[in-house]
């Protein structure tokens, strides 16, 4: 039943490291995106797909790169891994129609510590 | 310029008083949705209204209530009777209909404290 969903929820990891975050919706929405919630609780916009398609691609390091194999998966590869990289990563996706046109669905988030 | 403000970083009340969240956008477009968002302590991003630019009505729901007010380019979110379990941090959030149709602005957040 669950909407958007992220995998893992936690994910700790050496710096240097290369690290994937993955994210699946089953909502039949054709937009995702990534965000990051850094320590102060500010939520950037990282990156936006439509339908397998790179819309948005915010002042992001091209250590960060996302991969859309469908228009319901959107997952997060970070090479290298910095201290800075450490925040909360949220999918979500938007809606399309009716009561729910433009909302934004969240997934429950994966807290990254790169130590 | 920061499209959605949220002046008030955090606020702390005691438990059964009321409190007003302010969120103040900054669009040019005529069509435009505005949101609020809660975050409890559990971290999940909790949806908690959507209104469109051609409905100004003020919403309420339960002990919440919303007053949107285009000529202040404000979205307020009032809480009353607060309780413990309100404590959380609420974002407020823009959507436009124009050329930034797909971008999503959150507002930096006001960390609510309900005290018992």
């Known amino acids: 039943d669950t909407a958007v969903s992220q995998t893992p929820k936690y994910l700790v990891t050496q710096m240097g490291n290369d690290k994937s975050i993955k994210c699946e919706q089953n909502?039949?929405?054709?937009?995702m995106y990534w965000y990051k919630q850094d320590s102060k609780k500010f939520l950037k916009i990282m990156f936006s797909y439509n339908n397998k398609e790179l819309i948005i691609n915010e002042t992001v390091p091209n250590r960060f790169s996302p991969k859309s194999p469908d228009k319901a998966h959107l997952n997060l590869h970070i090479n290298s891994l910095e201290l800075g990289d450490s925040a909360v990563y949220f999918c979500?996706?938007?809606?399309?129609?009716?009561?729910?046109?433009?909302?934004?669905?969240f997934g429950p988030g994966t807290r990254l510590t790169v130590l | 310029a920061q499209k959605v403000t949220q002046a008030q970083t955090e606020i702390s009340v005691v438990e059964k008083e009321d409190v007003t969240l302010d969120c103040v956008y900054e669009t040019r477009d005529t069509t435009y949705y505005l949101f609020w968002y809660k975050q409890p302590p559990s971290g999940e991003l909790v949806f908690l209204i959507r209104?469109?630019?051609?409905?100004?009505q003020n919403e309420i729901s339960g002990r919440y209530s919303w007053n949107f007010q285009k000529s202040t380019s404000s979205f307020n979110f009032t809480i009353t009777a607060s309780q413990v379990v309100d404590s959380a941090v609420y974002f407020c959030?823009?959507?436009?209909?124009?050329?930034?149709?797909?971008?999503?602005?959150f507002g930096s957040g006001t960390k609510l404290n309900v005290k018992p």
């Open positions: 959030a823009l959507s436009e209909a124009g050329y930034n149709f797909n971008k999503f602005y």
């Open positions: 909502l039949g929405h054709d937009t």
């Open positions: 979500a996706s938007r809606g399309t129609s009716g009561d729910s046109y433009n909302e934004q669905f």
């Open positions: 209104r469109n630019s051609f409905d100004e």
